[in-house]
């Protein structure tokens, strides 16, 4: 599908926000000869973007914060980029095409690109704005949560998913003398991308290595001591929980303000549609706080294809439309092997695959409806993930490889080898029948 350019070589192009989606936007651009001359992008923070997603082996004291650099601002200078750091856009004016930010600075603007992400979701519970409480949102967050591990003490992490657990460990494994617990609202950890069996083991796994993990609790209130600062959380069933830190990361709430504030259509980010457009033509919206037929987001994978979506409609250069597609997930915490996407749970259309070596701790789960893979857990060994993942995307019909799915695409290369020479590969697949239970959902 053809698009039209939303700008000309000669216009102001303003990107607010300067964070991965942004940064990726402005790679994209600068390598189209077609592309705004004139470019310049505001962020609320002191730095260039970095890679956010390496905030946690950061913290974890796996990696020097230099690793996490993307450009440094002489790259944006020599691309003939204007970046403004430490300044936050605080209003648009529409119908002047202009922006101010909190230090006072006014710009004009021919098209302007909203790419402000998203932060931490607070719990609505008393309490939550207590001294101590933090969120791991940024370089700033990595550096308080890495001074909370030197200090030691009580810290409880409220949010068993991603974010959550790599929080946690990272935490455990930069403190020596720290406690860390866990509060999972769900019965089980990365309930959205796990089954019972596979969010079992990795919580044994967390537990041995000294996380305490509360799964099924559900936050009351946070007390404070004396001076104001955290000291204790209470659940809702009566328990209490010692807190001399609190880090919250039970899920992102996109920083949409902007959009509201300049009345474009917003829900619970700021709607656009297929080429990223808002509901101002002159106003495109990219990465987490923006939202697409009801979606927003989380993770880089679909944010990547908005940014190659927004840089070809912006340059005028054909592409097709921004559609949603499966994302997996892994975990990023170092001797902990997991990969999984798609539904957790089976409906009734869905055939079940499982094996479990136990003595291994190794777990594959697969859901297929109709012989094509839906969904899938891998836990321990997920060398077969990725090959999972693109037989879903493709939507490859496996029903004949069954008996060999388990053990991933080489083995199912075999059967589709054997089947092409000779019709009969019975005698191929019963080698793996014995390692497979299959159960109808
Ligand atoms: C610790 C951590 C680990 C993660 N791990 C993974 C992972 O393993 N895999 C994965 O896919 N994703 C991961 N993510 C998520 C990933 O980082 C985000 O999806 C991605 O950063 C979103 O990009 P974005 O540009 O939309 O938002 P951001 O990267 O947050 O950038 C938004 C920028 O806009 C700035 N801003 C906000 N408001 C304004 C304003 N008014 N004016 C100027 N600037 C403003 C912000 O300060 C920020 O710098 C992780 C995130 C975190 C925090």
């Given at each position: 599908m053809e698009t039209t350019s939303r700008c000309s070589s000669n216009d102001h192009l303003v990107v607010i926000g300067n964070g991965m989606a942004s940064h990726r936007l402005i790679e994209?651009?600068?390598?189209?000869?077609?592309?705004?001359?004139?470019?310049?992008?505001?962020?609320?923070?002191?730095?260039?973007?970095?890679?956010?997603?390496?905030?946690?082996?950061?913290?974890?004291?796996?990696?020097?914060?230099?690793?996490?650099?993307?450009?440094?601002?002489?790259?944006?200078?020599?691309?003939?980029?204007?970046?403004?750091?430490?300044?936050?856009?605080?209003?648009?004016?529409?119908?002047?095409q202009t922006l101010t930010t909190d230090s006072g600075r006014s710009l004009d603007y021919?098209?302007?690109?909203?790419?402000?992400?998203?932060?931490?979701?607070?719990?609505?519970?008393?309490?939550?704005?207590?001294?101590?409480?933090?969120?791991?949102?940024?370089?700033?967050?990595?550096?308080?949560?890495?001074?909370?591990?030197?200090?030691?003490?009580?810290?409880?992490?409220?949010?068993?998913?991603?974010?959550?657990?790599?929080?946690?460990?990272?935490?455990?494994?930069?403190?020596?003398?720290?406690?860390?617990?866990?509060?999972?609202?769900?019965?089980?950890?990365?309930?959205?991308?796990?089954?019972?069996?596979?969010?079992?083991?990795?919580?044994?796994?967390?537990?041995?290595?000294?996380?305490?993990?509360?799964?099924?609790?559900h936050l009351a209130r946070l007390e404070s001591n004396a001076q104001g600062r955290v000291a204790k959380l209470h659940l809702a069933d009566g328990r209490q929980l010692n807190a001399s830190s609190v880090i919250v990361a039970a899920g992102i709430t996109p920083n949409a303000e902007l959009g509201r504030q300049?009345?474009?259509?917003t829900d619970r980010a700021i709607v656009v549609d297929e080429w990223l457009t808002?509901?101002?033509?002159?106003?495109?919206?990219?990465g987490e706080c923006c939202q697409f037929d009801g979606t927003t987001y989380g993770l880089v994978e679909p944010i990547w294809r908005q940014v190659e979506v927004l840089a070809a409609t912006l340059c005028g250069t054909h592409t097709q439309g921004y559609a949603d597609a499966p994302s997996a997930t892994?975990?990023?915490?170092?001797?902990?092997?997991?990969?999984?996407f798609g539904p957790t749970e089976a409906s009734a259309e869905h055939e079940v695959l499982n094996y479990h070596d136990i003595e291994r701790g190794d777990y594959r789960r697969l859901l297929l409806r109709d012989g094509q893979i839906e969904g899938a857990v891998l836990y321990g060994d997920t060398s077969q993930g990725p090959w999972y993942f693109e037989q879903a995307l493709a939507g490859t019909d496996l029903n004949a490889y069954r008996?060999?799915?388990?053990?991933?695409?080489?083995?199912?290369?075999?059967?589709?080898?054997?089947?092409?020479?000779?019709?009969?590969?019975?005698e191929l697949s019963s080698k793996h029948s014995s390692h497979t239970t299959s159960e109808a959902a």
């Open positions: 994209a651009l600068v390598k189209q000869p077609t592309r705004p001359q004139r470019i310049t992008v505001i962020g609320a923070e002191p730095s260039p973007a970095y890679n956010r997603i390496l905030l946690s082996p950061l913290l974890a004291g796996e990696m020097q914060q230099e690793a996490l650099t993307l450009r440094d601002t002489q790259w944006y200078a020599e691309q003939g980029v204007t970046l403004i750091l430490g300044e936050k856009v605080e209003m648009l004016d529409r119908a002047r021919d098209h302007l690109v909203i790419a402000t992400g998203s932060r931490p979701a607070l719990p609505d519970v008393p309490g939550i704005e207590l001294e101590g409480v933090h969120g791991f949102r940024n370089l700033q967050d990595a550096e308080s949560l890495e001074a909370i591990a030197q200090r030691g003490g009580d810290a409880v992490v409220i949010g068993g998913g991603l974010l959550g657990l790599e929080a946690a460990e990272g935490l455990r494994k930069r403190g020596s003398d720290i406690n860390v617990s866990v509060l999972q609202r769900s019965e089980r950890l990365m309930n959205r991308q796990l089954d019972t069996t596979a969010a079992h083991l990795l919580k044994d796994t967390l537990t041995q290595r000294g996380l305490q993990i509360i799964t099924g609790a300049a009345d474009l259509r808002t509901s101002d033509p002159a106003i495109s919206a990219l892994k975990l990023k915490i170092s001797g902990v092997a997991l990969y999984a008996q060999a799915l388990l053990f991933g695409g080489a083995d199912v290369e075999v059967l589709r080898e054997a089947s092409q020479h000779s019709p009969d590969s019975s």
